[in-house]
């Protein structure tokens, strides 16, 4: 569910970002010693996703994110991928790879590498605009909301699922 983002400046975006890796290990504990957390982070929720493939596809948007601000920032003409501002175009096909410390240990590297993107763009370079492959345009702070956005999104996704399948 999508939350009012158009108040959020670059450094409530940064903050907002180095605080999900803590965030998403705190929904991958598990309620009691007996549960299996690599069991239960893989079980299919109502959605058709496990947690695991929750976090897993935030990790790879992650990435697609912070290239999009490194394209806007350097490249003359910047052309940014369309899962920067299309969710549908951002299913990937690849399975999650390791264990739920591994990807937990990826989305903690990933969340830092966007947050430092987000830091990393002057001030004056803001609203500095990339072509979205497809159609349409969009600013490096678009790009940082949506980094915070998908984040609170994924979240929200792997709580429901894991609460789902530890029923």
């Given at each position: 569910m ?5 108040r ?8 907002a970002?180095?605080s999900?890796?803590?965030?998403f ?20 929720g109502?959605d ?5 493939d929750?976090a897993?596809?935030l990790v790879r948007?992650?990435?697609v994110?912070?290239?999009?601000l ?28 390791g ?5 937990l240990d ?23 605009a ?32 894991l ?5």
């Open positions: 999508p939350i009012d983002l158009s959020l400046g670059p450094g409530d975006a940064v903050a970002l180095r999900y890796p803590r965030r290990r705190s929904a991958f504990a598990p309620v009691d010693d007996d549960e299996s957390v690599e069991e239960i982070a893989q079980r299919m109502p058709g996703e496990s947690a695991l929750v897993t596809d948007t992650w990435t994110l912070r290239e999009a490194r394209r806007i920032q350097v490249d003359d003409e910047p052309v940014v991928h369309a899962a920067v501002v299309d969710p549908s175009e951002r299913h990937w096909d690849q399975p999650p790879h264990s739920v410390v591994a990807v990826q989305l903690d590297e990933a969340a830092s590498q966007v947050a430092d993107a987000v830091a990393g763009v002057p001030g004056d370079q803001w609203e500095r990339g072509r979205v492959a497809g159609g349409g345009t969009v600013t490096a702070l678009d790009v940082a909301r949506e980094a915070v956005q998908v984040g609170h999104d994924a979240l929200g996704a792997a709580e429901r699922t609460a789902a399948v530890r029923r």
